[in-house]
C-alpha cells in the first residue's frame, strides 16, 4: 500500500520558515494536497496539485515537489500558523492516503 | 454558501451500528464525489471512503470492507455513512468531505482533494 511519511513535529520562532516535509514509498509519486487542521476544527485544505493555493489561502503559504518528496513551507510564521498538518494523495487505484501529520509548534 | 452539514453525535454500543448524513448545499451535488474521512481522539486523519454523488459509485478503505456502506441521496442533497458492527476503536470525529477532482495541464486525471468539509460528527462506542 502507498504510505506518506511526515515528521511528528516542527518547531519556529515568529517570522521564520518552516518546512514540513511528506515522503511518498513508492514511484511514481502522485500529486499531493496539504491541509490544516487547528484543534476542535476541521481540516482546511491549504495546497492543492503539489503546489498550488487555494483562493483565500495567504501567500505565505507555498509547496513544492521533488522526486518523491514534497515540502510545505510557511513563510514568516505567524502564531495562527500553530496546527497540525497533513499531507494527502492518491495511488492509482483512487484509493487516498493521509500522512501521520505535523504538530507546527510557534515558539 | 457552499457548505456540508453533517448530523449529530452519536453514542453507540459494541456490535451497533451508526449511520451519519452529510447535507451539501450551495454546490450542484451530483458533480463531485464525497468521501468520509475519521479521526480518532489525539490521532491522525484516516480516509473511509469515497462515493461518486453522480453515479453512486464506491471506493472503501480496505480494512473497513465489508462494514462500511456509504450511499447519496440526490433528491436531498445528502450523503450518508453507516458503519457496522461497531466496536471500541471505532470511537472518532467522522468528517465527509467534497471531493473535488484535479487534471494536469493536458486534461489528465491526476487525483483529488477534500476542498470543503463537514463540521464533523463525533461517534462514541462503548458499553
Known amino acids: 500500500s502507498y504510505e506518506l511519511t511526515q515528521p511528528p513535529s516542527v518547531s519556529v520562532s515568529p517570522g521564520q520558515t518552516a518546512r514540513i516535509t511528506c515522503s511518498a514509498d513508492a514511484l511514481p509519486k502522485q500529486y499531493a494536497y496539504w491541509y490544516q487542521q487547528k484543534p476542535g476544527q476541521a481540516p482546511v485544505l491549504v495546497i492543492y496539485?503539489?503546489?498550488e493555493r487555494p483562493s483565500g489561502i495567504p501567500e505565505r503559504f507555498s509547496g513544492s515537489s521533488s522526486g518523491t518528496t514534497v515540502t510545505l513551507t510557511i513563510s514568516g510564521v505567524q502564531a495562527e500558523d500553530e496546527a497540525d498538518y497533513y499531507c494527502?494523495?492518491?495511488?492509482?487505484?483512487?484509493?487516498?492516503?493521509f500522512g501521520g501529520g505535523t504538530k507546527l509548534t510557534v515558539l | 454558501q457552499v457548505q456540508l452539514v453533517q448530523s449529530g453525535a452519536e453514542v453507540k454500543k459494541p456490535g451497533a451500528s451508526v449511520k451519519v448524513s452529510c447535507k451539501a448545499s450551495?454546490?450542484?451535488?451530483?458533480?463531485?464525489?464525497i468521501s468520509w474521512v475519521r479521526q480518532a481522539p489525539g490521532q491522525g486523519l484516516e480516509w473511509m471512503g469515497w462515493i461518486s454523488a453522480y453515479n453512486g459509485n464506491t471506493n472503501y478503505a480496505q480494512k473497513l470492507q465489508g462494514r462500511v456502506t456509504m450511499t447519496t441521496d440526490t433528491s436531498t442533497s445528502t450523503a450518508y455513512m453507516e458503519l457496522r458492527s461497531l466496536r471500541s476503536d471505532d470511537t472518532a470525529v467522522y468528517y465527509c468531505?467534497?471531493?473535488?477532482?484535479?487534471?494536469?495541464?493536458?486534461?489528465?486525471?491526476?487525483?483529488?482533494?477534500?476542498?470543503?468539509w463537514g463540521q464533523g460528527t463525533m461517534v462514541t462506542v462503548s458499553s
Open positions: 496539485k503539489d503546489s
Open positions: 468531505a467534497r471531493a473535488t477532482n484535479y487534471y494536469d495541464s493536458s486534461g489528465y486525471y491526476i487525483g483529488y482533494a477534500f476542498d470543503i
Open positions: 494527502q494523495s492518491a495511488d492509482s487505484s483512487g484509493t487516498c492516503v
Open positions: 450551495g454546490y450542484t451535488f451530483t458533480s463531485y464525489g
